[in-house]
C-alpha cells in the first residue's frame, strides 16, 4: 500500500462532484452516441432489455467496490453467487419444496447466508493471518469452484418456481425487479459507505492501514464486516442470476470477474484503496451496458465490444490523470 | 460497414413505423449465437451464414460471444430481442440457463431455432445435421468395408459417460452385430478418446494383445490421431484401419500417410447455411413435417421439434485438405 501520502480532496465534496460529473458526462456521451448510431437503441424493449442485464453485472461490481475501497481484492465473488445461488435452488427444490412463498424466502435467506459466510470466512483470514487479500480470495475462489464442482458433479439444478422466475422477470411500476434490487442494494451500500461509522472506517483502511489501527479503530472487526458484505453482495447477484436463468451451475457468470475490477476503475476507485463512491460506479456500470448492447443493436463483434471497454477505461484514465494531479 | 448501413436504413424506416418488429416484411432479419466466437469450428460456421444470407438475400449474421459462459449467450439473446431480429439461432452452451430468455424470445413473435440441442424447450425447432445413430453406422460400414468383415476391433470413446459418444459407439457396435456377426469387439469400450496418449499407448497394448485386430473406431477428439500413431509406428498401416472423428487440419498427413482410414462429422459450414436457410423457410410461414426436403438439410426427420437430416461430412484424402483450408 503506497498511499501513505494519499491525497485527502477525495473526501471532500469537490472531488467527488466532480467523479460523478465525469461518470455521468460518459454516459450522457455514450448514450447519445449509440442513440444516434445504433437502430433501434431508444426503443423500449431496449431500455427494459438493458435495465435486466444491468443488474447481475451491478451486484458483483458493488461486491468489489467494497473490497477495493479497503486496498483490497474479492477474487471470489463469482463463485460465491453460484455457492449462493445453488444452496437457494437445492433448498427450494428439496427441503422446502412445499412450503410456497415461505419456501423461497427461506431458502433465499440460506442463500444470502451462504454468500455472507463466504465473505465472512475471507474477512476472517485477512484480517487474522494477515495475508493480501488477492491470495486470500484467489484461494476462496478456486476453493469454492472446487467445492462447487465437486457437489453437483459439474451439473445444474433448474427449474425454479414461478414465484421464483418473477424475481428475475416481473416488473413492478414498470422497473424490471433485478433493476429495483440492485438500486435498493446501491442505495442501501452508498448509504452504509457515506454515512456510517464502519463504512468511513472502510475508507480509511484502505487509505492508510497503519493510521487506521493507530486511531484506535478495530481493523480486524472492519476486514471481516467489509468481507461479508462483499459476499452478501455477490450472493444477491447469485439470487438474481438463479432467478433469471431459471437454472444454476458453478461457472455461470465467470466471465463477468475482471469485468467488476473494471467497473470499479472505471468508476474512479482507486488500485490502492482509499478512495471510490457506489454513484460513480452505478454510472459507468450503465455506460459499459449503453456500450454493450449500442454495439450488438449495430451488429458489431462481440470482440470489438470487449476492445471497445478496455479502451474506454484507458480513455477514463487518460482524462481523469490531471485532475488528480492538480490538487 | 456496408451491412451497419443497411440495417440502419430497414430499422431506422422500423422505428418510424411502428417500432420493432415491423421491419421490412418480405425478408426477414436472422441472427445466430453461436458457443463462443473466434475458434475455428464457429468461423466456418460464420461463413455459412453469411454465404447463405447473401444468396437468399436476408440479413445473417452470427454472434460469438467472447468466452463459453452461458450468461454471456443469454446477454447476446436479450440483446438481438431489443433489436427486433425475426430469427434467432442458438448453438447452446447450457440448455437450461437460456429457457427463460428463448421463451421471451418466442412470446414476442421470434422463431427460435437450436442447434446441437435436441432436448431445449421454448424453441420452434431443433436440427442435427446427422443423428447418432446415423453418425455410428456410418462409421461402422466403413469399417465393414474396409475390412471385409474379418478380425476384430476396438472402440475409444472421449469418456464413458459422455452420452453423444457412447451414443454414437452403441450404434456403431449395434450395427456391426447385425450385419457383421462374425466380427468381435477385441475388448470393452475404452475412454481414452480425448488423450492422443492415452490412445496411443491403448493401441499398442491392444496390438499386443490380439494379433486379429482389424480396427478401431474412435468417437472422441484425439483418439483417432493417438491410434493413428501407434500404427504408424509399429508398420501396420493398412493393416488395422483406423477411424473415427478426428480434426482435418491435425489429421491430415496421417490420411495421406494412409494411416487413417478415414471418417465422418457435420460440416459447421452447413450447419449455418442451415440456420439461415430454416430460419428463411419458417418466416415465409409453413409448418415442416417429417420427410420434408428442406434445402440445405435435404429430406428430413421429424421427432418432436427435432429435425434430423442426413449430412454426414466425409473426411476421407480428397475433402480432408479442402476442410483442414477452413481450418477444422
Known amino acids: 500500500m503506497s498511499s501513505a501520502s494519499a491525497p485527502r480532496h477525495a473526501f471532500r465534496l469537490g472531488a467527488d462532484t466532480l467523479e460523478i460529473g465525469i461518470m455521468a458526462l460518459l454516459l450522457v456521451a455514450s448514450f447519445s452516441f449509440f442513440a444516434l448510431m445504433a437502430p433501434g437503441f431508444l426503443s423500449a424493449v431496449n431500455v427494459r432489455s438493458m435495465a435486466v442485464q444491468l443488474p447481475e453485472l451491478g451486484l458483483l461490481s458493488l461486491a468489489m467496490l467494497v473490497p477495493i475501497i479497503s486496498g483490497g481484492l474479492n477474487l471470489a465473488v463469482t463463485f460465491t453467487a453460484n455457492i449462493a445461488g445453488l444452496t437457494t435452488a437445492w433448498l427450494v427444490q428439496n427441503a422446502l419444496g412445499d412450503a410456497g412463498v415461505i419456501g423461497i424466502v427461506a431458502g433465499i435467506g440460506a442463500g444470502l447466508g451462504v454468500g455472507s459466510a463466504a465473505g465472512f470466512l475471507i474477512g476472517v483470514i485477512v484480517a487474522r493471518v494477515g ?7 484467489l484461494g476462496a475462489m478456486i476453493f469454492l469452484q472446487g467445492l462447487g464442482e465437486f457437489l453437483t458433479r459439474g451439473g445444474g439444478i433448474s427449474g425454479m418456481p414461478a414465484g421464483f422466475q418473477w424475481l428475475g422477470s416481473g416488473t413492478l411500476i414498470g422497473i424490471p425487479i433485478p433493476m429495483l434490487i440492485f438500486l435498493m442494494s446501491a442505495g442501501g451500500l452508498a448509504y452504509f459507505m457515506q454515512f456510517t461509522r464502519t463504512g468511513f472506517s472502510i475508507h480509511m483502511i484502505g487509505s492508510n492501514l497503519r493510521a487506521t489501527e493507530y486511531s484506535g479503530i478495530d481493523v480486524r472487526r472492519v476486514l471481516i464486516v467489509l468481507y461479508t458484505l462483499s459476499g452478501l453482495l455477490a450472493a444477491i447477484a447469485g439470487m438474481v442470476m438463479l432467478a433469471r436463468f431459471n437454472s444454476v451451475r458453478v461457472g455461470h457468470g465467470e466471465s463477468y470477474l475482471l469485468i467488476t475490477v473494471l467497473a470499479c476503475f472505471l468508476a474512479g476507485a482507486n488500485p490502492f484503496g482509499g478512495f471510490g463512491r457506489v454513484l460513480p460506479l452505478v454510472l459507468g456500470l450503465m455506460s459499459l451496458q449503453v456500450i454493450a448492447s449500442g454495439m450488438n443493436l449495430m451488429g458489431a463483434s462481440q470482440h470489438l465490444a470487449t476492445a471497445v471497454w478496455g479502451a474506454f477505461l484507458i480513455v477514463v484514465m487518460t482524462l481523469r490523470m490531471p485532475f488528480l494531479k492538480r490538487s | 460497414m456496408k451491412r451497419n448501413l443497411y440495417l440502419a436504413a430497414t430499422v431506422l424506416a422500423g422505428i418510424v413505423g411502428s417500432a420493432g418488429m415491423a421491419q421490412a416484411q418480405d425478408k426477414p432479419t436472422i441472427a445466430v449465437v453461436a458457443k463462443v466466437g473466434g ?25 460469438g460471444p467472447t468466452s463459453a459462459d452461458p450468461a454471456l449467450q443469454v446477454r447476446a439473446v436479450e440483446d438481438l430481442i431489443a433489436r427486433g431480429v425475426n430469427v434467432i439461432g442458438v448453438v447452446p452452451n447450457d440448455r437450461e440457463v437460456l429457457e427463460p430468455v428463448l421463451k421471451k424470445a418466442r412470446d414476442q413473435g421470434i422463431i427460435v431455432l437450436t442447434h446441437e440441442s435436441p432436448d431445449s424447450e421454448n424453441i420452434d425447432y431443433d436440427f442435427e445435421m446427422i443423428s447418432a445413430q446415423q453418425l455410428g453406422e456410418e462409421h461402422a460400414k466403413l469399417l465393414a468395408d474396409t475390412t471385409g468383415c474379418e478380425g476384430s476391433y476396438a472402440v475409444y470413446v472421449g469418456g464413458l459417460n459422455v452420452p453423444a459418444h457412447n451414443a454414437w459407439a452403441d450404434a456403431a457396435i449395434e450395427w456391426l452385430d447385425q450385419n457383421c456377426p462374425d466380427m468381435k469387439q477385441a475388448a470393452d469400450r475404452f475412454g481414452v478418446a480425448e488423450s492422443v496418449d492415452d ?27 493417438g491410434a493413428a500413431r501407434a500404427v504408424k509406428e509399429r508398420g501396420l498401416a493398412g493393416d488395422i484401419q483406423v477411424m473415427g472423428l478426428f480434426s482435418p487440419g491435425q489429421g491430415r498427413r496421417l490420411v495421406h500417410e494412409g494411416v487413417i482410414t478415414g471418417g465422418f462429422q457435420w460440416s459447421p459450414l452447413e450447419a449455418g447455411k442451415a440456420f439461415v436457410a430454416l430460419g428463411d423457410r419458417l418466416y415465409e410461414g409453413g409448418e415442416i413435417t417429417d420427410g420434408d426436403d ?35
Not at chain 1, 495475508?131 to 480470495?137: E, F, G, R, T
Not at chain 2, 421427432?303 to 481450418?327: C, I, Q, R
Open chain 2, 39 to 63: 475458434i475455428p469450428w464457429f468461423n466456418a460456421m460464420e461463413q455459412g451464414i453469411e454465404e447463405m444470407g447473401d444468396e437468399l438475400g436476408v440479413d445473417a449474421y452470427m454472434i
Open chain 2, 199 to 225: 490412445s496411443r499407448n491403448t493401441t499398442l497394448d491392444l496390438i499386443r494383445a490380439h494379433p486379429d485386430l482389424a480396427g478401431i473406431m474412435s468417437f472422441g477428439s484425439q483418439g483417432t490421431i
Open chain 2, 294 to 328: 428442406l434445402p440445405v438439410l435435404g429430406k428430413v426427420r421429424l421427432d418432436g421439434h427435432t429435425l434430423f437430416a442426413s449430412k454426414p461430412l466425409e473426411l476421407n484424402e480428397e475433402t480432408v485438405d479442402e476442410l483442414a483450408e477452413l481450418g477444422l
Open chain 1, 131 to 137: 495475508a493480501h487479500p488477492i491470495l486470500v480470495s
